[in-house]
């Protein structure tokens, strides 16, 4: 019998961690895999489409993406995002360092070998 939960999507945050940072009206998030065996999924599953759509609701404007091998991560780079930025912004705390745990809720899909996957 197929068990019904294989290939079941999971958050990155639990692949993966997190950093940002912001400039004016420009987010930069790092996205850097706890295990180098993962950064293959990065590479596939994290897009700068993926991305924009996250922050579809704030009016992103143009994502790119960054691949970074040695390290093991990819660094996104997000720009219109910050609402004009953290001293012309009306958001509580909307600034960029609140937002990376954003890009890590989206859900990835883990290899069948992978437990939880």
Do not use: C
Request: without cysteine; proline residues 5%; neutral net charge.
């Amino acid at each position: 019998m197929a068990n019904d939960t294989a290939n079941a999507g999971v958050p990155l945050h639990q692949v993966a961690h997190a950093r940002a940072g912001d400039k004016g009206d420009r987010l930069n998030v790092s996205v850097t895999a706890y295990d180098r065996r993962h950064y293959p999924l990065l590479l596939e599953q994290v897009t700068a489409e993926r991305v924009a759509a996250l922050f579809g609701h704030r009016h992103a404007g143009q994502v790119t993406r960054y691949e970074l091998p040695r390290l093991g991560a990819l660094n996104f780079v997000i720009d219109g995002v910050l609402e004009g930025g953290v001293n012309r912004s009306l958001g509580l705390d909307g600034h960029g360092k609140t937002l990376s745990f954003r890009v890590l809720s989206l859900e990835v899909t883990l290899p069948p070998e992978e437990p939880g996957g």
